[in-house]
């Protein structure tokens, strides 16, 4: 296989190989050279959700799916000592068809659980028995393009062998079935080369760098006690329970989140086509420190922030995806200055109003819990929110713009961009919370919350944990779901404080 990826490994030892996100486009085809020890034991892949799994057993390919529980081998013994085999699984139907070749035989297939895969994991956290496994050329292609893993840890670009291959085992070339027919993407460096970006070593997150935006932003000055109250408080307060009665509540994190990349000044620069007309804010994207191993949230909104502390600059991205020729992004928002920013897409501040991956021009970072915050033990900031029915043609600063409607006749709708705290005098510490939730409440009562946009529940946001050395978001709630904990939060205590309304957004303004 022309390109694509090296992975090697010694079984003996705890290794995770790789693991990327990509949007769920089927077909899928995944396809790579193996080699491996005789009688190695490992699992080779997995795809995500839908729980298909290929593991190699001592010289069988053992193709299954957790979700279904049906079990399918290989039809032929593979020949693994130093001799290369050419591996395809292909995913069609949404998940519903699952079929495995090696050199290009049909080896059969079984019906899968209906889900589309978006994520590939290669490899294994679990210990195996001794031995080594190679894959090379390892490429995943939907059908809007090819997917390349980039580097992480216990993986290496093609440049050497695995213990007692080939010492020419990285350099093998086998024509892919169906070859894509464009450069590989999320790997290419500023000369457009996906060597460039492969070259660099793998990506690890940097240390949080405190809170963004002004010290004085509305995200980080705690609320005055005699804050002045609106005069449709109790009326947006009872709004806003009634949300959570009728649709619930949730905290974001592993999808229709952000995770967000603290970037080092090295970090190479990657283009980034922007798919809407907006040639002030492509010009932003020409040049973004995008690692190499990124991936944007799961759902539909593919959220993603980089974060360059030493250039005081954040780029954030709506619907980012990789495609044959690299990232794309539907809209986003480059900002100057994030030190000092007041916490939104400022004209006066040189940002374009029209910026900004949510429908405020709230920015992404702006009331993320984040897993410092976790590690603390306290959220020393305002938190964002948001609610299924909104005001349609008002909102408030700080929100700069809004997409609000409602449907629910009867209703007092509130304008994004409102901001709630819990009311001051609520003793937090009698009402025996859950820890998170007494985390949030306090947040709440300093700092307050903002509602930053709409969404299919009422929701607070969490911090994708896909670029962190684990999910910290389990543990977090007690491995409950978000909804379990998060019904014991005093939604009732809450306070609207006093709006600033502007009208009326159009995207034309």
């Not at 190699?56 to 130093?82: C, E, F, K, P, Y």
């Not at 970006?197 to 690890?204: G, I, K, V």
């Amino acid at each position: 296989m022309q390109g694509g990826w090296m992975i090697q490994a010694a079984l003996g030892r705890t290794a995770s190989y790789a693991s990327q996100r990509f949007r769920p486009a089927e077909p899928i085809s995944i396809e790579f050279c193996l080699r491996a020890s005789r009688g190695a034991n490992t699992k080779v892949l997995g795809l995500q959700p839908g729980g298909i799994s290929l593991e190699l057993h001592a010289n069988h390919l053992v193709l299954q799916s957790t979700g279904t529980g049906q079990i399918h081998a290989a039809a032929r013994m593979l020949t693994v000592s130093g001799h290369p085999v050419v591996v395809e699984l292909k995913v069609n139907g949404s998940g519903r068809r699952v079929e495995l070749y090696a050199d290009g035989v049909d080896q059969g297939w079984f019906v899968g659980n209906g889900f589309a895969p978006s994520v590939v994991a290669l490899g294994s956290l679990a210990r195996a028995r001794p031995g080594w496994i190679l894959l090379t050329g390892v490429t995943v292609t939907t059908r809007l393009g090819r997917v390349i893993p980039a580097p992480s840890p216990g993986a290496t670009p093609p440049a050497s062998s695995a213990p007692g291959a080939p010492t020419n085992s990285g350099t093998t070339t086998i024509s892919p079935t169906a070859p894509p027919t464009s450069a590989s993407i999320g790997a290419q460096g500023t000369d457009g080369s996906a060597a460039s970006c492969l070259a660099q070593p793998a990506d690890f997150p940097a240390p949080w760098p405190g809170n963004a935006f002004s010290p004085t932003s509305f995200w980080n000055t705690p609320l005055a006690a005699t804050a002045p109250l609106d005069s449709n408080s109790q009326a947006y307060v009872n709004e806003l329970v009634r949300q959570v009665n009728v649709y619930g509540s949730w905290m974001n994190t592993t999808s229709y989140s952000a995770p967000v990349y603290v970037v080092p000044a090295d970090e190479p620069m990657q283009h980034v086509t922007l798919d809407e007309y907006g040639p002030a804010l492509q010009a932003a994207f020409d040049a973004v420190p995008i690692p190499c191993d990124a991936s944007a949230a799961a759902g539909s909104d593919e959220h993603m922030v980089v974060w360059q502390p030493s250039t005081d600059r954040m780029w954030e991205f709506w619907q980012m995806h990789q495609a044959s020729d690299g990232w794309h992004a539907a809209w986003g928002g480059e900002m100057d200055h994030v030190s000092t920013n007041p916490g939104y897409f400022d004209p006066a501040s040189g940002e374009d109003p029209h910026w900004g991956a949510t429908a405020t021009a709230l920015p992404l970072l702006g009331g993320l819990v984040t897993e410092a915050d976790l590690q603390r033990g306290y959220i020393n900031h305002a938190l964002a929110i948001s609610l299924v029915e909104t005001e349609p043609s008002y909102w408030s600063w700080p929100a700069q713009r809004t997409d609000g409607g409602y449907f629910t006749a009867g209703i007092t709708p509130i304008p994004e961009g409102t901001r709630f705290r819990l009311d001051p005098t609520l003793n937090i510490a009698s009402l025996d919370l859950p820890p998170i939730d007494a985390m949030l409440a306090q947040a709440a009562q300093t700092y307050g919350i903002v509602v930053r946009d709409k969404s299919g529940v009422v929701v607070f946001y969490g911090q994708d944990p896909v670029n962190l050395p684990s999910n910290p978001w389990p543990a977090a709630f007690e491995n409950q779901y978000p909804n379990q904990v998060l019904a014991q939060f005093p939604w009732s205590h809450l306070q609207a404080l006093q709006t600033q309304l502007s009208c009326c957004w159009s995207p034309s303004q």
